[in-house]
């Protein structure tokens, strides 16, 4: 296992990103004849419009991508040949105070005037051509696509940043594993055992927790926790739960299982099946290769799988074009990921028709980082209509009753691309993906 990233050494590689990213920009606003640009921190959004109550600021990511604050009413003002200006707005408001920075690296990086209230947002305006972007402008899409882009290719810190939020996810996932082999607690008490191992508040994880137990594990985003013990003989727990550094998001699911009994034996097939899938898929990862062939990749691997368990008895070719894969495996392989859990800037390009939750349709290259996330689960409104198809016959549909109490399976990691395959940033610290609690 790695050892924790020092702050002091994420502060030296703060220094270089920030200045990597002022050439980078430079560039971009350059070939889009901009003077200057000017990145927006946000504003609360309101929950209701019948109440008094405000979300928490969701940073604007081209914001965060400069600094790691979570500060409303601030303003970046890029001007290349200039030092970059970070305009902080002080709070004013008795109420509340926003959570004090990780760090204040950015005081050495940018030039920080303080402003008061949302001055910040009038005060940026300067000479020549000056584009602004920020939530709910109308910023010019051609410049936005192109910022989003540069997100995609990761700094040493960002890949540092990434690195530590996978470490800080393994003390959760460990707690769950235990927790689970040993007792019978419920998701609730799960989800609140994630928290307090990764000392993560619930609004603070990078994403909304998943922890299912059994037939929950279809629910793709299972959030709405069960409350009571189950005590069930055979019984399987997804965990989709990550956690945070500076801004930088780790997913991490794995899906153990206990107990004994024909379904339990056929589920263990399943998870080692998914398992060992994983792993192929992770070796394949090669710069050049377009994702979405990995993508489609999987689902003839997740034929031969369903083959094996005793799931499918169509061929790998039949299942893949008759659309079975399809009903076991509804999701994509994976996505980018960096400041947002589903980074948008590999998805730039629409992925093809019959893979419309795909992601990631970017060709793979170096400093890329994205999730690899094959999955297999019985969703009953899918298979439903997957058994009124006449793709339905190469089906067993007995086999699958007897597995369907136990959800599914996901297990995924998060890569680096390097130029001779792929470092994985989760296995460094989880070196197991899913199998027997
Ligand atoms: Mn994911």
Known sequence: MLQRVEPADLDALYLDHVADLERRVARVLEQQGWDALVIESGTPAKRSQFDDQYWA??????????VPLAEAECALVVRP???TKLLRAGSTSFWEKPAPPDSTAFERALDVVRVAGDTARRAHQGPGRVAIVGEGREGPSSLVKALDAL???KTPYEVACLAEANRRARAGHDALR??????DASELDLHLLFLKATRQDDGETPYKNIVALGESAATLHH????RQARGRAAESLLVDAAATCRGYSSDVTRTWFKGAGAAASAF???????EAMQQRLCRAVR???????????????????????GLVTASVEEAVSGGITRAFYPHGLGHSLGLQTHDVGCGLRAPRGDNPFLRNTSEVAVGQVFTVEPGVYFIEALLAELRAKPAGAGVSWRAVEALA?????????????LPDGARNLTREHLPEGGGAA
């Not at 600021?57 to 400069?66: A, S, T, V």
């Not at 995924?412 to 691309?417: I, S």
């Open 57 to 66: 600021l969701r940073p604007c990511p081209h914001f965060q991508h400069w």
């Open 81 to 83: 040949g200039q030092r």
């Open 151 to 153: 997100r995609t290719t």
């Open 178 to 183: 235990e927790a689970f082999r040993g007792g």
């Open 223 to 226: 959030v709405a926790y069960g």
């Open 268 to 274: 263990a097939q399943l998870v080692a099946g998914v």
């Open 287 to 309: 710069v050049g290769l377009p994702y979405e062939d990995l993508h489609d990749e999987s689902h003839r691997q997740v034929a031969a799988i369903l083959r094996e368990t």
């Open 405 to 417: 109490p136990l959800g599914g399976v996901r297990i995924e990691d998060d890569l680096l691309v």
